[in-house]
């Protein structure tokens, strides 16, 4: 009879093992990540998304994390675990109940503070290449026409082309998932003025895939040469003279073509216009720091200008920049702000109003 007891006592302590094996072998942790800038996005390394900081993580599995955000480097976050003790008492007194805690796991993570300052990656500068040439150059524009307040390309219905959002199907997204379905087909432009002597930077984004894409006039303005540079790549893709399609200095809208790209992201134009209250997000390059993300409303649309007023901050570099509503479609050319203005008073193209005399 002792010995019966005794092998039923066993077989209960292995069940009881394997059967609370998340709970006994598992580790329970508490890590807090800040970060400065904050904001940053935190994943596991298994790819997993946990949160922006600052953020409370709280889990049984053990797992390492890094931050990632546009201008910065990744920083990875390098945690560790202790033995706990607990763990033994919660063998021995199985057979009642006892310890069936997170705070019996067989590794226990102390309370882990982790701030990390990211470092700023360092900003793609344009260099042009110029061939020896009289004192006074051809600007880009002017090489494409004698008209330097409006230009319209031959068979313009035909050549521009821009994707429209279907009237169906839509719905709103989250900030995270617009910037990840949408930032690649956002760029960044230079422009330079003859012999390099001034050197600019902008944002310009695709509205189809074959390449078509629209930015600022201003920033095309008195260029002898631009270039594009798509997100996360260090190649530089100049446009010529037969790739300007249309421009209006008093819009301040310029539509091009980008030639020797295969099958471009783009983002889709919305099929109508957002209303005051509205939530809207954008992504330029404000200060060269490549494809920035921000949020806010619409403010109010201010037909007399021609202007967009938004809350969503920009700033120099972000000009010729997608503003997108909620679904992730294009609403908007980021185009200016007021420097002296602490108040995020912010302007935008309106983009529909642009295009709709293109369809």
Same mark, same amino acid.
């Given at each position: 009879?002792?010995?019966?007891?005794?092998?039923?006592?066993?077989?209960?302590?292995?069940?009881?093992i394997?059967?609370?094996?998340?709970?006994?072998?598992? $580790?329970?942790?508490?890590?807090y990540?800040?970060s400065?800038?904050?904001?940053?996005?935190i994943?596991?390394?298994?790819?997993? #998304?946990?949160?922006? @900081?600052?953020?409370?993580?709280?889990g049984?599995?053990?797992?390492?994390?890094?931050?990632?955000?546009?201008?910065?480097? *990744?920083?990875? =976050?390098? @945690?560790?675990?202790?033995?706990?003790?607990l763990?033994?008492?919660?063998?021995?007194? $199985?057979?009642?109940?006892?310890?069936?805690?997170?705070?019996?796991?067989?590794?226990?993570?102390k309370?882990s503070?982790?701030?990390?300052?990211?470092?700023?990656?360092?900003?793609?500068?344009?260099?042009?290449t110029?061939?020896?040439?009289?004192?006074?150059?051809? @600007?880009?524009?002017?090489?494409?026409?004698?008209?330097?307040?409006?230009y =319209?390309?031959?068979?313009?219905?035909?050549?521009?082309?821009?994707?429209?959002?279907?009237?169906?199907?839509?719905?709103?997204?989250?900030?995270?998932? =617009?910037?990840?379905?949408?930032? &690649?087909?956002?760029?960044?432009?230079?422009?330079?003025?003859?012999?390099?002597?001034?050197?600019?930077?902008?944002s310009?984004?695709?509205?189809?895939?074959n390449?078509?894409?629209?930015?600022?006039?201003h920033?095309f303005? *008195?260029?002898?040469?631009?270039a $594009?540079?798509?997100?996360?790549?260090?190649?530089?893709?100049?446009?010529s003279? &037969?790739d300007?399609?249309?421009?209006?200095?008093?819009? *301040? %809208?310029?539509?091009?073509?980008?030639?020797?790209?295969?099958?471009?992201?783009? $983002?889709?134009?919305? %099929?109508?216009?957002?209303e005051?209250? *509205?939530?809207? #997000?954008?992504?330029?390059?404000?200060?060269?720091?490549?494809?920035?993300?921000?949020?806010?409303?619409?403010?109010q649309?201010?037909?007399?200008?021609?202007?967009?007023? =938004?809350t969503?901050?920009?700033?120099?570099?972000?000009?010729?920049?997608?503003?997108?509503?909620?679904?992730?479609?294009?609403?908007?050319?980021?185009?200016?702000?007021?420097?002296?203005?602490g108040?995020?008073? &912010?302007?935008?193209?309106?983009?529909? #109003?642009?295009m709709?005399? #293109?369809r």
């Open positions: 009879m002792k010995k019966l007891s005794t092998l039923f006592s066993m077989a209960v302590l292995v069940c009881t394997f059967s609370s094996c998340v709970s006994m072998f598992g $580790i329970y942790k508490k890590v990540i800040s400065t800038p904050s904001g940053a996005f994943y596991r390394d298994d790819g997993e #998304y946990v949160g922006q @900081t600052p953020f409370l993580y709280e049984k599995a053990h797992h390492n994390f890094y931050l990632s955000m546009n201008g910065y480097e *990744d920083a990875g =976050i390098y @945690t560790e675990s202790k033995f706990n003790p763990y033994l008492a919660n063998i021995i007194l $199985i057979p009642y109940g006892f310890f069936e805690t997170n705070n019996a796991t067989t590794f226990k993570e309370e503070y982790y701030n990390i300052t990211l470092k700023p990656k360092p900003v793609q500068t344009y260099t042009p110029y061939t020896t040439a009289p004192a006074r150059v051809p @600007t880009l524009l002017e090489s494409v026409s004698s008209n330097s307040e409006q =319209i390309c031959v068979n313009a219905l035909s050549r521009i082309s821009p994707t429209y959002s279907s009237s169906t199907n839509r719905k709103v997204l989250k900030g995270r998932d =617009i910037f990840k379905k949408y930032s &690649n087909a956002v760029f960044m432009i230079y422009g330079a003025t003859s012999n390099a002597e001034q050197i600019w930077q902008g310009g984004f695709f509205v189809n895939s390449g078509l894409a629209v930015s600022n006039y920033n303005e *008195d260029a002898n040469k631009i $594009i540079k798509l997100y996360g790549s260090d190649t530089f893709h100049e446009i003279k &037969n300007i399609l249309a421009y209006s200095k008093s819009e *301040d %809208y310029i539509i091009f073509k980008v030639v020797g790209l295969f099958s471009t992201p783009f $983002i889709p134009i919305a %099929y109508q216009r957002s005051v209250g *509205d939530k809207v #997000y954008t992504i330029g390059s404000p200060k060269g720091l490549e494809n920035t993300f921000s949020s806010g409303e619409i403010s649309y201010r037909t007399e200008l021609g202007y967009i007023q =938004i969503a901050p920009i700033d120099h570099g972000s000009s010729g920049g997608v503003l997108l509503n909620e679904c992730g479609e294009a609403i908007g050319i980021t185009s200016a702000g007021r420097d002296d203005s108040a995020n008073l &912010n302007f935008c193209r309106d983009l529909l #109003y642009i709709n005399r #293109y």
